[in-house]
C-alpha cells in the first residue's frame, strides 16, 4: 500500500484523544474516585421545545421531505431565524441566502473555512493558547501554521505587533476564549479588522460560547465592527448555549465570498444536514430563551464554587468571565500528570493549548455541582501540601 498523502500524515495528534485515554487509565488504577475536569461536554440538555421539534420531525414520515436529502446548503426558514438571533442579540444584519453557512458542526466549520482561504504555501495564524483542533484544519488545507501570541497581562487578547510582518492568508480568534476563560476587550476585533485590512487575509471569529459570560462581561461578534464583513467570517454553534454539543450543526456567516466557498465544499463533501436537526434548532433559535441564562447562572456558580476554592487555598487564578472553563497557572512543583495519575483529577494540560499553555490547566465547569465541589475540595488540599 502507499504511504498516506500528506493531508493525513501532516495531521496533528489529536488532544483530546489523548485527553480521553490518560483519563481512562486514571480509572482504571486503584484510588479515589475519578472527577474528569479536563472535557468540556456540556451536561445540562437542549430546551424543551427543540427536542420536541426533533421528535415531530422524526415522526414525519409519509413524505420524503424530512429523511429524504435535504437542501444541501440548508432550509431557508433555519437561516432566517439564525438572521434574527443575530439581529436580537448583536445588532448584526445577515443576509439568509448569501451570507449564512449550514455546517455540520462548527469543528467541521473550522476545516470547511481553512481549506476555502488557505493553501500550500499560506499561512493561518491561530491563538496561542488556543483550542486544539484548529491545527487540524490548517493540516487539511496544506496550509502553515503560524502562532498568534496571546498576552497575559492583557487579558489574554491578541498580540498583532508580534505578526506585523507576517503574511498569512487566515487569522483565527475565540472569544469567549478555549482555553483562557476572557472575552474580547474594546478594540481587539477593530485590530483584528485592521490588520485583515493592511495584509490582505480574512479573519475567522470563533463565537462558540456566545452568552454564555459572567459579571456583566459580553460575548460580541466581530462582525458589529463597521466594515468587518468585507474581511471576516465567525462560526456560532450551538452546542453550549443550548446543550447541542451532539447534534453537530452550526452554522458559518458573513463575508458572502468567503461563505459561497464553503457552501460549495459542502455541495461537494457533506450534502447538507438532517432536516430533524434543523427544526429542533430553528425551534431553540426562535423559541423562549430563559433556558440559555440558566445555563449561564449555573457556570457562573460553578465558577464562583471551584475558583472560590482555589483561591482560598492561596492559588493565584483569575475568576473566568465566559465560557464553562476555568484556565489556571499552576504553582511551582505540581503538574497536569500528578493531578490525573496522583489525586484523580482530570485536567486539560494546557500544553495541548499551545507553547504558551505550559504551565497552565483548563478545568471544566460541565459537570454537576457536587463533582465541582469534591474537584475544588482536593485541589485546595493538594494546595496546601505544596
Not at 500550500?120 to 501554521?145: E, I
Not at 469567549?176 to 485590512?197: D, I, Q
Not at 495584509?199 to 456566545?210: M, P, S, T, W
Not at 440558566?294 to 476554592?309: A, F, K, M, N, P
Request: hydrophobic residues 40%; aromatic residues 6%; glycine residues 10%.
Amino acid at each position: 500500500m502507499r504511504p498516506a498523502p500528506r493531508a493525513i500524515s501532516e495531521l496533528p495528534e489529536q488532544y483530546f484523544t489523548r485527553l480521553l485515554a490518560a483519563a481512562a487509565a486514571a480509572r482504571a488504577t486503584p484510588g479515589p474516585r475519578f472527577i474528569e475536569l479536563g472535557r468540556g461536554n456540556p451536561d445540562m440538555a437542549p430546551p424543551d421545545h427543540a427536542i420536541e421539534a426533533l421528535r415531530a420531525a422524526a415522526l414525519e414520515v409519509d413524505t420524503p421531505a424530512v429523511h429524504g436529502y435535504p437542501p444541501f446548503r440548508g432550509h431557508a426558514s433555519l437561516k432566517e431565524a439564525l438572521a434574527r438571533r443575530y439581529a436580537a442579540d448583536h445588532g448584526v444584519t445577515l443576509d439568509p441566502e448569501r451570507e449564512i453557512a449550514v455546517v455540520g458542526g462548527t469543528k467541521t466549520g473550522i476545516v470547511l473555512t481553512c481549506v476555502a482561504v488557505a493553501g500550500r504555501g499560506d499561512t493561518v495564524l491561530l491563538p496561542d493558547p488556543g483550542y486544539p483542533d484548529y491545527p487540524s484544519g490548517v493540516a487539511l488545507a496544506g496550509a502553515t501554521r503560524g502562532a498568534l501570541p496571546l498576552d497575559p497581562t492583557a487579558g489574554f487578547q491578541p498580540d498583532f505587533d508580534a505578526v506585523a510582518d507576517v503574511d498569512p492568508a487566515l487569522v483565527v480568534l475565540n472569544y469567549p476564549s478555549n482555553p483562557c476563560a476572557t472575552c474580547a476587550r474594546p478594540g481587539t476585533f477593530e485590530a483584528a479588522v485592521a490588520y485583515a485590512r493592511k495584509r490582505g487575509c480574512v479573519v475567522l471569529h470563533d463565537l462558540a460560547y456566545d452568552r454564555l459570560t459572567f459579571d456583566g462581561h459580553e460575548a460580541t461578534s466581530i462582525l458589529a465592527v463597521e466594515g468587518a464583513s468585507d474581511v471576516a467570517v465567525e462560526l456560532w454553534s450551538p452546542s453550549k448555549v443550548y446543550g447541542m454539543a451532539g447534534w453537530r450543526i452550526g452554522f458559518l456567516v458573513g463575508n458572502a465570498e468567503i461563505v459561497e466557498r464553503v457552501n460549495t465544499l459542502i455541495d461537494h463533501g457533506t450534502a447538507g444536514v438532517w432536516t430533524g436537526l434543523q427544526r429542533g434548532l430553528e425551534a431553540a433559535l426562535d423559541g423562549d430563551q430563559s433556558l440559555v441564562g440558566v445555563r449561564r447562572e449555573t457556570y457562573e456558580r460553578r465558577r464562583d464554587l471551584l475558583v472560590g476554592r482555589l483561591r482560598a487555598a492561596g492559588a493565584e487564578i483569575t475568576p473566568s468571565e465566559g465560557t464553562f472553563y476555568a484556565w489556571w497557572k499552576l504553582p511551582d512543583g505540581l503538574t497536569a500528570a500528578q493531578l490525573v495519575d496522583e489525586h484523580k483529577l482530570g485536567v486539560a494540560d494546557g500544553i495541548g493549548f499551545g507553547s504558551r499553555g505550559a504551565g497552565w490547566v483548563r478545568l471544566s465547569l460541565a459537570l454537576p455541582d457536587a463533582d465541582i465541589e469534591e474537584a475544588g475540595d482536593r485541589l485546595a488540599d493538594v494546595i496546601g501540601r505544596l
